[in-house]
């Protein structure tokens, strides 16, 4: 892999085939092995922040394949739009049970 991100040169995944990080889709024993190589990496967080930022669509980043990670930029979104949402909902007082 080369992002030439600055925490990349502290990846697990930097002494490894890059191919391992770029299993075939279905490939799950490969899949498998690449995020074994994620396991403890010293730099998982900032490696999934920007696989999720840069819309990284393929192989495994920060120990999460491509369907993970859409689903985690789903949630996030889901989650920001509740959050985003809430105050108003509050000051109207939707949800409120008391009178
Ligand atoms: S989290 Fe995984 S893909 Fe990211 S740098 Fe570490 S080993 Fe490599």
Known sequence: MNT???????????NV?????FPETGDLIGR???KATCR???VLVDC???ALEANVEH????????DE????????????AVKTTEPAAAASGAGSSAA
């Open 17 to 21: 085939d890059p191919e391992t990080m």
């Open 48 to 50: 999934l922040e920007w």
């Open 69 to 80: 990670r859409r689903k985690l930029r789903r949630s996030r979104r889901r989650l920001s």
């Open 4 to 14: 030439d991100q600055p925490w990349q040169a502290r990846g697990n995944c930097r």
């Open 40 to 42: 403890g990496c010293k």
């Open 32 to 34: 498998t092995q690449a």
């Open 59 to 66: 192989g495994v980043w920060g120990g999460l394949d491509e």
